[in-house]
């Protein structure tokens, strides 16, 4: 079956900095579009970045400048790395596999068929 465990969460301070992986296994990785959500407590999940199969790459506004992700299809490897962490930036953070490299839909959750546990970032003020 599939299964896409996070690892690299942690405390930070802020203006600190922390890379998130995603290990898939159970899929072609490299056929998949691959997506980093986050959500807070009490807050919808949302929308971080997205590594289309080809690499292509998009982040949500907040993120930009501050977050690269990235993918190394030969270890079955998604990458989120933060720079720059502020305290908004605590929350689960959960990586996501999509079938639909193309969708115009991908900050919605809705659009992923798999999700992992979700790794805790916690960013100290």
């Known amino acids: 079956q599939v299964q896409l465990v996070e690892s690299g969460g942690g405390l930070v301070q802020a203006g600190g900095s922390l890379r998130l992986s995603c290990a898939a296994s159970g899929l072609t990785f490299s056929k998949y579009a691959m997506g980093w959500f986050r959500q807070a407590p009490g807050k919808e999940r949302e929308f971080v970045a997205r590594i289309r199969w080809s690499g292509g790459t998009y982040y949500a506004e907040s993120m930009k400048g501050r977050f690269t992700i990235s993918r190394d299809n030969n270890k079955n490897t998604m990458y989120l790395q933060m720079n720059s962490l502020k305290p908004e930036d605590m929350a689960v953070y959960y990586c996501?596999?999509?079938?639909?490299?193309?969708?115009?839909?991908?900050?919605?959750?809705?659009?992923?068929?798999?999700w992992g546990q979700g790794t805790q970032v916690t960013v100290s003020s």
């Open positions: 996501a596999a999509d079938t639909k490299d193309g969708t115009s839909d991908y900050r919605r959750p809705s659009e992923y068929e798999y």
